[in-house]
C-alpha cells in the first residue's frame, strides 16, 4: 500500500514550528512574558474544555462572576428550605452577596473556612499561585447579621464529616472556593450521595485544571447528568439534571 505525499505530511507542519519558534525567541528573549501566556493556555484549555463537556458549551459566558450569579439567582430563589454549603468563605464577600439576594428566612447557610488562609500552596501544574497563608481573615469570621448563617471554623472537611447532612431531597447550593483540590474533591465527594436533580453547584476556579477542574471531571460528570448555567472567564455554575450511579 503506497502513502500519498499528504499522508507523510507531519502533523507539526512548517508554518506551526515556524510560529512555536518565534514564540520560544520572544520567551527568551523576554522571560517576563512566560506567567501570562500560561495563564492564557489555562484559559484557552478552559474554553475547549467546556466545549468538550458540555452540549450546550457551559451557557452564556458572562465578563464578571458577579454577573453569572445574578444569572444563578433565578435557580436558587424559588427554594424556600435551601441549604448552602459556602467552602473557602475568606472575608465574607461571597456570603454577603449570595444572603442578600436570596430572603427566604429558612434557608441554612454553612460556611467552612479556616480563616487564617490557605493551609498549603497553590499551584498549578509546577506553577505556584498562592503561598501557605494567602487570603488569610485572621482567624475570624465574617461579621454578618444573619442567624441563617452557621460558620464552620476549622478544616472543611472534618467540619463536614462532623454534620448531619441533609436527605437528597432538600434543595443545595455548594459554593466551591477552597482553590486547593484535595480539600474541594474530599467535600464533593462526601456530599455526593445527598445530590439529586435541580442541585446547583458553583466552582470559582473551574479553569483550573490541576485542582477544581480536575474534580468535576473525577466526581461529577461521571455521576451526574450536568447543565451549565453559565460561566467567566474562570468560573462555571452547574445544574444537576439527572444521577447516573446509584448511591
Known amino acids: 500500500m503506497t502513502r500519498s505525499r499528504q499522508d507523510l505530511k507531519s502533523a507539526n507542519s512548517v508554518p506551526r514550528q515556524l510560529t512555536q519558534s518565534v514564540l520560544a525567541r520572544a520567551l527568551k528573549l523576554l522571560p517576563f512574558l512566560s506567567e501570562p ?22 451557557g452564556a459566558l458572562f465578563r464578571q462572576r458577579e454577573r453569572l450569579w445574578d444569572a444563578v439567582v433565578p435557580s436558587l430563589a424559588a427554594a424556600d428550605e435551601l441549604i ?10 461571597a456570603t454577603k452577596w449570595w444572603t442578600s439576594k436570596l430572603a427566604a428566612p429558612r434557608i441554612e447557610w454553612h460556611g467552612f473556612d479556616l480563616f487564617t488562609g490557605l493551609p498549603t500552596n497553590w499551584s498549578r501544574a509546577d506553577r505556584e499561585v498562592a503561598g501557605v497563608g494567602a487570603f488569610s481573615a485572621d ?26 447532612l441533609p436527605t437528597v431531597d432538600r434543595p443545595k447550593f455548594l459554593i466551591f472556593d477552597l482553590d486547593l483540590g484535595a480539600p474541594t474533591y474530599e467535600c464533593l465527594e462526601t456530599l455526593i450521595p445527598i445530590l439529586g436533580p435541580g442541585d ?13 477542574r480536575k474534580v468535576i471531571d473525577e466526581l461529577l460528570v461521571p455521576n451526574f447528568t450536568l447543565k451549565a448555567l453559565g ?17
Open 200 to 212: 446547583v453547584l458553583y466552582f470559582d476556579e473551574a479553569f483550573d485544571a490541576w485542582n477544581e
Open 37 to 58: 501566556l500560561s495563564q492564557v493556555g489555562d484559559l484557552a484549555g478552559f474554553a475547549q474544555w467546556k466545549k468538550r463537556t458540555f452540549p450546550n458549551g457551559a
Open 231 to 247: 460561566s467567566t472567564a474562570t468560573a462555571l455554575a452547574l445544574q444537576i439534571e439527572a444521577r447516573l450511579t446509584q448511591t
Open 84 to 93: 448552602v454549603f459556602e467552602f473557602g468563605v475568606a472575608w465574607g464577600y
Open 139 to 164: 482567624g475570624k469570621t465574617p461579621d454578618l447579621d444573619d442567624p441563617r448563617i452557621t460558620w464552620h471554623v476549622g478544616d472543611a472537611v472534618a467540619s463536614l464529616r462532623e454534620m448531619a
